[in-house]
């Protein structure tokens, strides 16, 4: 069916990159559900992938393709080897080293996604969640200099933390500072990717009434109310 669909993208539009990426994925899948990638299946799914990636040079994913497919071959080769496996998951990773602003089931689930990305963790906790799990599945840990919530919620120690891990990006998870426009802005500021929505977008739609002006604006239909 994907392929199917693909074609016929092709063939309305023969410039439209994601046409090209549902044919190369199918190819891909193709290979592995057969048990083993082919020569054939990889070459297929490189020459769509490469077209696209032609068209939309600047796009990221595009550019991870080739490893992608360096990756697929890797696992489905006779001599699996797990280390150059996790090399390429890293090459893959978007970040080096993330820090998880964040405690709990959250970040044991970013921990974890994390690590099966290649990407190392650093985690933080405070000092009544020092056996807490987050902190053993993180590459590494950091205790913060309070207790409890409150201790999530000091923006300027977790950037230094960040910092002085080598860290080139901070997971919010949810809670706490994860809908903090300023904690975001400074995380921008100080070198560090906020792995969320941008400061204007989280300040736009921290605030209800302007949230509620641009869907208007937008011609989303609204529930009568006050303005």
């Known amino acids: 069916v994907g392929h ?5 993208a092709l063939r309305e539009s023969p410039n439209l990159p994601y046409a090209q990426v ?32 032609a068209q939309r040079p600047n796009r990221v994913d595009f550019l991870r393709w080739p490893l992608l497919l360096r990756l697929e071959r890797l696992r489905l080769a006779p001599t699996w ?20 602003a964040n405690r709990g089931e959250v970040a044991v689930r970013i921990a974890r996604a994390l690590h099966d990305l290649g990407c190392a963790s650093v985690a933080v906790f405070a000092q009544d969640d020092a056996g807490a799990l987050h902190t053993r599945l993180a590459d590494a840990s950091v205790a913060l200099d309070a207790t409890g919530p409150a201790a999530y ?27 903090n426009a300023a904690f975001a802005r400074a995380c921008t500021d100080a070198g560090l990717v906020f792995i969320g929505p941008t400061p204007e977008q989280l300040a736009l739609f921290g605030d209800k009434a302007r949230a509620r002006g641009l869907a208007a604006d937008c011609g989303v239909p609204l529930m009568p109310g006050l303005n």
């Open 153 to 179: 919620l000091d923006g300027a120690a977790l950037i230094a933390i960040a910092r002085a891990q080598g860290c080139d990006a901070v997971h919010p998870g949810y809670g706490f500072l994860s809908e």
């Open 4 to 8: 199917y669909l693909g074609e016929a």
């Open 22 to 53: 549902i044919l190369g994925r199918v190819a891909l899948l193709q290979g592995l559900r057969e048990g083993l990638g082919t020569d054939q299946d990889f070459d297929t799914a490189r020459r769509y992938f490469e077209a696209a990636r």
């Open 81 to 100: 080897n797990e280390s150059a496996y996790r090399g390429l998951m890293r090459d893959l990773s978007m970040f080096k080293n993330t820090l998880i």
